[in-house]
């Protein structure tokens, strides 16, 4: 046991205080008159009865908690014996994300995990976590190898993004409370879109190490994707060539330039086509214009023709309301002109609602109000 | 009744007129229902008028056939001179709780004035002393002396320390009939001192009451730790510890007041130790029972 702050026990002189309190301030004695001293005899107390504590519990109590003051100060800590020194505890990462669905990615990964697991010594700590699109601890640190291993068994492919700060910080969050030596075990085919911004959010604690297991090895495989679409979620005017319009951005990872085909699907029926020539690892922009859908929900969709190892990807899904558009009174002075522009521009921005600002000339209600008697 | 005589009681009660007609009052209406006491007026025995006697007792009847001057005495007439002897020393301002030393001992001295005078028609006197005479009140049965009794008992204040030897000189030469002497002190003396200096009145005829009136912190003094004790009568201090005051002190008062009532009792006088928490009517009853005895 020792002390991050042992100058905080030369504190321990402070415990005179109860000292003196107890032993010395009680010595004092006030004349008493009494009628004769004719049966009174002079006797001294010994120095010894004279130094005896005075309320012996309530010293204790009042140096105990001083003393406990002091000792919380001074921040101890306990050394751990070497044997408890030795043990180690794993943390086996694996990793879902979507990527992961690559080939034989995810059965390699989790694969290799179980074999890490079997080699971790009996008396080792194991902690299970998978990290997919949000990172899940699944277990905490044990040494039960069947349910360690039947909850690695159980992780299946997600369709998140894998966050190595994400990853950092659970770690760091674990060296908080074990204090002995981590092992990070990471299997993972390492994805560059993983990494933060900053470098320093994957810092780890002194006491872990990192043990990477990649498993994309070999060549990469190319996967064209529908990487975003941008349409209006409310539509008031197919006309609107403003609004009326899917924009969605083909992206390609590992493959070489190619023209690829994209549709505009509405309700499950294809509404449009287009050919887009996607560069190799680069960007294309199709654009779908006008958006002619029926009112109500109605489920959209922009798909790139098939050919690789990723076919979930190939589909960007959303939904476009049409309706018409919400009529809005403003009552504003008569001599004011401007302030049913600046409003009806307003709403005009809004890109979840379609809105019509009528103008009227008249002083009273514009036609298509009624009041409510 | 018995509420009237506690001290407690009493040391709210500012005049001592009051005081003593309060105590008195319900000390008597108590005896009444004893056949032991009584204020009876059955005739005992004629005397010889001397000067000093009060002219209203005389039998003119008596006079008349024979020309002579006789008192008409009664049962419970004789032997009546009180004279009260009154330590007013520092050591009785002494109290742990009201009412102080002197204080019951005025109380006391005020009830039997009244008792004597007012109910016995007794004559009675007042001697305040420490260590000389401070005041002296001759007994008398005149109009007023209750009064002037009572006032010498007011300015009865503690002071100085006790000597018996000169206030019994005193008393003894002022000393001209035979009577009833109530000492009331805390008597801090050697008994046989004491019993010495009180002797010779008894020698005399006297019938002697001495009434040790002690605070109960005197007989049992609480001390929780070592103190510094101060004597009220010569400043002296010394250092004592509980241990002294929970052994050694208790058993030298003890052995003091014992001492002080055989010694007092082979002389031939009462002695009662009364305690300032004690109601008066006992030191009344030893009055009456003294005053019946010498008939």
Same mark, same amino acid.
């Given at each position: 046991?020792?002390?991050?702050?042992?100058?905080?026990?030369? *504190?321990?002189?402070?415990?005179?205080?109860?000292?003196?309190?107890?032993?010395?301030?009680?010595?004092?004695?006030?004349?008493?008159?009494?009628?004769?001293?004719?049966?009174?005899?002079?006797?001294?107390?010994?120095?010894?009865?004279?130094?005896?504590?005075?309320?012996?519990?309530?010293?204790?109590?009042?140096?105990?908690?001083?003393?406990?003051?002091?000792?919380?100060?001074?921040?101890?800590f306990v050394r751990r014996s070497a044997a408890d020194g030795n043990a180690r505890t794993h943390l086996i990462v694996?990793? $879902?994300?979507?990527?992961?669905?690559?080939?034989?990615?995810?059965?390699?990964?989790?694969?290799?995990?179980?074999?890490a697991l079997?080699a971790k010594l009996p008396g080792d700590k194991a902690q299970i976590m998978?990290?997919?699109?949000?990172?899940?601890?699944?277990?905490q640190p044990v040494t039960?190898?069947?349910?360690l291993?039947?909850?690695?068994? *159980?992780?299946?492919?997600?369709? *998140?993004?894998?966050?190595?700060?994400?990853l950092a910080?659970a770690v760091r969050s674990v060296a908080e409370t074990v204090h002995g030596p981590i092992d990070v075990d990471l299997?993972?085919?390492?994805?560059?879109?993983?990494?933060?911004?900053?470098?320093?959010?994957?810092v780890l604690p002194g006491n872990a190490r990192l043990v990477l297991?990649?498993?994309?090895?070999?060549?990469?495989?190319? $996967?064209?994707?529908?990487?975003?679409?941008?349409?209006?979620?409310?539509?008031?005017?197919?006309?609107?060539?403003?609004?009326?319009?899917?924009?969605?951005?083909?992206?390609?990872? *590992?493959?070489?330039?190619?023209?690829?085909?994209?549709?505009?699907?509405?309700?499950?029926?294809?509404?449009?086509?287009?050919?887009?020539?996607?560069?190799? $690892?680069?960007?294309?922009?199709?654009?779908?214009?006008?958006?002619?859908?029926?009112?109500?929900? $109605?489920?959209?969709?922009?798909?790139?023709?098939?050919?690789?190892?990723?076919?979930?990807?190939?589909?960007?899904?959303?939904?476009?309301?049409?309706?018409?558009?919400?009529?809005?009174?403003?009552?504003?002075?008569?001599?004011?002109?401007?302030?049913?522009?600046?409003?009806?521009?307003?709403?005009?921005?809004?890109?979840?609602?379609?809105?019509?600002?009528?103008?009227?000339?008249?002083?009273?209600?514009?036609?298509?109000?009624?009041?409510?008697? | 009744?018995?509420?009237?005589?506690?001290?407690?009681?009493?040391?709210?009660?500012?005049?001592?007129?009051?005081?003593?007609?309060?105590?008195?009052?319900?000390?008597?209406?108590?005896?009444?229902?004893?056949?032991?006491?009584?204020?009876?007026?059955?005739?005992?025995?004629?005397?010889?008028?001397?000067?000093?006697?009060?002219?209203?007792?005389?039998?003119?009847?008596?006079?008349?056939?024979?020309?002579?001057?006789?008192?008409?005495?009664?049962?419970?007439?004789?032997?009546?001179?009180?004279?009260?002897?009154?330590?007013?020393?520092?050591?009785?301002?002494?109290?742990?709780?009201?009412?102080?030393?002197?204080?019951?001992?005025?109380?006391?001295?005020?009830?039997?004035?009244?008792?004597?005078?007012?109910?016995?028609?007794?004559?009675?006197?007042?001697?305040?002393?420490?260590?000389?005479?401070?005041?002296?009140?001759?007994?008398?049965?005149?109009?007023?002396?209750?009064?002037?009794?009572?006032?010498?008992?007011?300015?009865?204040?503690?002071?100085?320390?006790?000597?018996?030897?000169?206030?019994?000189?005193?008393?003894?030469?002022?000393?001209?009939?035979?009577?009833?002497?109530?000492?009331?002190?805390?008597?801090?003396?050697?008994?046989?001192?004491?019993?010495?200096?009180?002797?010779?009145?008894?020698?005399?005829?006297?019938?002697?009451?001495?009434?040790?009136?002690?605070?109960?912190?005197?007989?049992?003094?609480?001390?929780?730790?070592?103190?510094?004790?101060?004597?009220?009568?010569?400043?002296?201090?010394?250092?004592?510890?509980?241990?002294?005051?929970?052994?050694?002190?208790?058993?030298?008062?003890?052995?003091?007041?014992?001492?002080?009532?055989?010694?007092?009792?082979?002389?031939?006088?009462?002695?009662?130790?009364?305690?300032?928490?004690?109601?008066?009517?006992?030191?009344?009853?030893?009055?009456?029972?003294?005053?019946?005895?010498?008939?």
């Amino acid at each position: 046991m020792g002390f991050l702050a042992p100058w905080f026990i030369a *504190g321990v002189v402070v415990l005179g205080v109860p000292v003196f309190v107890h032993l010395l301030r009680r010595h004092v004695t006030t004349p008493r008159p009494v009628s004769s001293l004719m049966f009174f005899e002079r006797g001294t107390q010994s120095s010894t009865r004279h130094r005896r504590l005075k309320y012996r519990m309530l010293f204790a109590l009042r140096a105990a908690l001083l003393l406990l003051l002091l000792l919380a100060f001074a921040n101890p800590f306990v050394r751990r014996s070497a044997a408890d020194g030795n043990a180690r505890t794993h943390l086996i990462v694996l990793d $879902n994300s979507f990527s992961m669905r690559a080939g034989e990615r995810f059965a390699d990964a989790k694969r290799q995990a179980l074999a890490a697991l079997e080699a971790k010594l009996p008396g080792d700590k194991a902690q299970i976590m998978a990290l997919g699109g949000e990172l899940e601890i699944l277990t905490q640190p044990v040494t039960d190898r069947p349910q360690l291993r039947s909850t690695l068994e *159980g992780i299946q492919p997600g369709d *998140g993004r894998a966050s190595f700060s994400d990853l950092a910080r659970a770690v760091r969050s674990v060296a908080e409370t074990v204090h002995g030596p981590i092992d990070v075990d990471l299997f993972s085919d390492m994805q560059r879109s993983a990494m933060p911004a900053n470098f320093a959010d994957v810092v780890l604690p002194g006491n872990a190490r990192l043990v990477l297991h990649p498993v994309a090895q070999g060549p990469t495989i190319p $996967n064209w994707t529908v990487e975003s679409v941008e349409a209006p979620a409310q539509l008031s005017d197919p006309r609107d060539p403003r609004r009326s319009r899917v924009r969605a951005v083909v992206a390609s990872f *590992g493959t070489p330039a190619a023209r690829k085909t994209v549709s505009l699907v509405v309700n499950g029926k294809t509404v449009a086509t287009q050919k887009v020539d996607v560069p190799a $690892n680069g960007r294309a922009t199709v654009d779908f214009a006008p958006l002619d859908v029926g009112y109500g929900f $109605n489920r959209c969709a922009v798909a790139i023709e098939g050919g690789d190892a990723f076919p979930a990807d190939d589909t960007n899904i959303f939904t476009v309301r049409r309706s018409d558009a919400e009529r809005v009174l403003f009552v504003h002075d008569a001599a004011d002109t401007r302030s049913g522009t600046y409003f009806g521009a307003a709403l005009a921005a809004g890109a979840q609602g379609a809105y019509v600002l009528p103008t009227s000339t008249h002083l009273g209600s514009p036609s298509w109000y009624s009041p409510t008697p | 009744m018995q509420r009237f005589l506690d001290p407690e009681v009493l040391a709210g009660i500012s005049s001592l007129d009051l005081l003593a007609k309060t105590v008195v009052d319900g000390f008597v209406a108590g005896l009444h229902r004893s056949p032991e006491f009584g204020f009876s007026q059955e005739f005992a025995e004629y005397r010889a008028y001397t000067p000093g006697d009060d002219l209203r007792h005389v039998d003119w009847n008596l006079f008349a056939r024979t020309e002579r001057c006789y008192l008409k005495r009664y049962r419970g007439e004789t032997n009546s001179q009180l004279t009260v002897l009154l330590d007013a020393s520092n050591s009785m301002q002494y109290t742990s709780s009201p009412p102080s030393k002197i204080d019951y001992a005025r109380y006391l001295a005020a009830a039997l004035f009244y008792l004597a005078i007012h109910n016995q028609r007794d004559a009675a006197g007042l001697i305040v002393f420490d260590e000389e005479v401070r005041d002296y009140i001759r007994p008398s049965t005149r109009p007023g002396q209750l009064a002037r009794l009572f006032a010498g008992l007011e300015q009865a204040t503690p002071r100085a320390q006790t000597d018996f030897a000169n206030p019994l000189q005193h008393f003894q030469n002022a000393l001209h009939r035979r009577g009833i002497a109530v000492v009331i002190s805390d008597f801090y003396e050697k008994p046989e001192t004491i019993i010495a200096h009180l002797a010779p009145l008894r020698f005399r005829g006297n019938e002697m009451i001495l009434f040790q009136v002690l605070d109960p912190q005197e007989i049992r003094p609480a001390l929780r730790e070592p103190a510094i004790l101060v004597d009220l009568e010569n400043d002296r201090r010394i250092e004592v510890i509980p241990e002294y005051t929970k052994n050694a002190y208790r058993a030298k008062i003890d052995a003091h007041v014992e001492q002080l009532r055989s010694r007092a009792r082979a002389a031939g006088m009462d002695y009662h130790l009364l305690v300032t928490t004690q109601p008066l009517d006992l030191a009344l009853r030893e009055y009456l029972t003294l005053r019946q005895e010498g008939d």
